[in-house]
Every structure is written in C-alpha cells, then in structure tokens.
C-alpha cells in the first residue's frame, strides 16, 4: 500500500520560512518524479513544485520560483520543500504526490496523493 506521509506545515509570519518533508512508504520512490501541491480555500488545487526521479530536473510555479526549493532524498523515500519569502497567498493545504511521468507540473499524472499539510502564513 502507498502511503505519502506530509509534516512541516504549520503557522508563520510573513516572511518567515518553513520546511515540508514528504516521506513515502510502498512504492519504488527513486523511479518516481515527486511533486507539491496546493489548495487555499475555494480555489482548485494547484501545482507548486516538481523534481524528477533523479533530482536532476526540477519545475516550479512562476508564483513561487526564488522562494521555494524542491529536493528529494532517494534514500531516505524522502521529498521536501523548503519554502522561504513566504507570504499570506501562500497559506493552503500543501499536497505531495507521486508520478511516473518526471518533473510533471500536471495534476493529472499523479498517480498518488498524500492527506496534506496545512501552511498558514500571517500578514
């Protein structure tokens, strides 16, 4: 059974940093691309970040490039994303997932999801 497993999550001021970690259980994660997700309240769930099987190809969001980093610890089963600059329209519920398909900005190619974890960011 697959399981995705996100911490890190929690509340931060404006320009604060944080660090969210997905670790993943049941599958072969270093033949994987991983990505992070988000969804605010009332909006569609949206892509933040991804990284391929490798880590040698990574993909961000214009919304977060400079700030956000993805990085993926293939002996650990472990992806994270640090995030820093954060700001209020970066408070959602952050999502990873796994895909066959590399460095993968869609949603569609996901082949797995984690339950999330919520980011709050005051102003």
């Known amino acids: 059974q697959v399981q995705l497993v996100e911490s890190g999550g929690g509340l931060v001021q404006a320009g604060g940093s944080l660090r969210l970690s997905c670790a993943a259980s049941g599958l072969a994660f270093s033949s994987y691309g991983m990505g992070w997700f988000r969804q605010a309240p009332g909006k569609e769930r949206e892509f933040v970040a991804a990284i391929s099987w490798s880590g040698g190809s990574k993909n961000y969001a214009d919304s977060v490039k400079g700030r956000f980093t993805i990085s993926r610890d293939n002996a650990k089963n472990t992806v994270y994303l640090l995030m820093n600059s954060l700001n209020p329209e970066d408070t959602a519920v952050y999502y990873c997932?796994?895909?066959?398909?590399?460095?993968?900005?869609?949603?569609?190619?996901?082949?797995?999801w984690g339950q999330g974890t919520q980011v709050t960011v005051s102003s």
């Open positions: 997932a796994a895909t066959s398909t590399g460095s993968d900005a869609r949603r569609m190619v996901y082949d797995y």
